[in-house]
């Protein structure tokens, strides 16, 4: 990914190209290349939310410890 993203970033931006993937109005060509920036936006979404949910996790246990 070029640029940081915040998560609500990359999830407007997947929506985005989402709806306009449905409204046809990316054409054939571009599709291509619109599906691999996708993929690339949900691997950075995933990561986003496993690194997250490891903080949440680790934030929960430290507390349960004292």
Do not use: F, P, V, W
């Not at 999830?11 to 996708?38: F, K, N």
């Amino acid at each position: 990914m070029k640029e940081e993203l915040t998560y609500e970033q990359a999830m407007q931006r997947l929506e985005e190209m989402t709806l306009q993937m449905e409204r046809g109005e990316i054409g054939i060509d571009e599709m291509a290349t619109r599906l691999r920036d996708a993929q690339e936006l949900m691997k950075y979404c995933h990561e986003k939310l496993y690194e997250a949910e490891k903080n949440c996790k680790s934030l929960l246990n430290i507390e349960e410890k004292e």
